[in-house]
């Protein structure tokens, strides 16, 4: 056996471990909040929304994993980022299986153990649109961006930062909402179906949310990637373009 296979590999190191760490925090809060819907009045009268944006409750956490997971791309590379996507996917099930099981489980107080129930026992709709649109959305992110690097280089990151999480956002956002309160309830039978003015308010609430995180982020972006690359000399866009 070569010298190379015996030795073990190179040890994470902190920028990996601090993103990927961003990355699942914001993801399991993500979950834990999807449920919530909340409003913001507005200024201005808007076209469906009104004076009022309506979003989930995660649309702030969740946009986090994007800003996380542009990070991680640029710097490690599209394969790298592709099974942190995906191991965090099967993570935000084991999550899932850790509440619902304790919710199951039996309790000393009835009336803690139903307001427990209540604040995390997201229903069965909110969490089928909330694992679709993930699996989907994070994996399209990843590919955008990296098609987009094939063409700049290593130049015009926030480019290639607002066009993928722009699109993959919209995808995650016509999912989520369309499984979550439209065709997941009405063909399971679980959670509220909502009016198509509504999910219509409900999806550009929350886009124009994630696409303004998105776009405020980018300098943020920037000073990560830069911050790590200059600590890390094996944080170039050669790893990064693999």
């Known amino acids: 056996m070569s010298r190379s296979q015996t030795q ?25 909040t999807a449920s919530k819907v909340l409003a913001f009045s507005l200024p201005v009268s808007l076209p469906i929304t009104g004076a009022e944006l309506a979003l989930p409750g995660a649309a702030l956490a969740y946009a986090l994993t994007f800003l996380a997971s542009d990070c991680y791309a640029e710097l ?11 191991v965090g996917f099967a993570m935000n099930v084991v999550v899932l299986a850790l509440v619902w099981s ?18 995390l026992g997201a229903s069965t709709n909110i969490v089928l649109g909330s694992l679709l649109a993930y699996v989907v959305s994070q994996n399209w992110d990843v590919a955008v961006f990296h098609r987009i690097r094939a063409y700049t280089g290593r ?6 930062n607002i066009a993928s999480t722009a699109s993959s956002q919209a995808i995650d956002t016509v999912l989520f909402v369309g499984v979550a309160f439209s065709l997941a309830p009405s063909l399971i039978g679980v959670g509220p179906v909502l009016p198509a003015g509504d999910l219509l ?8 949310l994630k696409l303004l995180i998105a776009v405020l982020d980018t300098p943020v972006v920037y000073a990560i990637v830069s911050l790590v690359r200059s600590r890390e000399p094996t944080a170039d866009d050669d790893t990064a373009a693999v």
């Not at 490690?76 to 995906?86: E, S």
């Not at 130049?155 to 290639?160: D, S």
């Not at 308010?201 to 124009?208: D, I």
């Open 155 to 160: 130049e015009k990151l926030w480019l290639r």
């Open 8 to 32: 073990p590999s190179a040890a994470p190191t902190i920028a990996q471990v601090a993103l990927i760490g961003l990355f699942v925090t914001a993801l399991v809060t993500a979950q834990l």
């Open 102 to 119: 304790t919710i199951a489980a039996p309790a000393a107080d009835p009336g803690a153990a139903d307001q427990f129930a209540t604040v």
């Open 201 to 208: 308010a409900l999806m550009l609430g929350q886009y124009l």
């Open 76 to 86: 490690y590379g599209r394969r790298a980022t592709q099974v942190v996507v995906n």
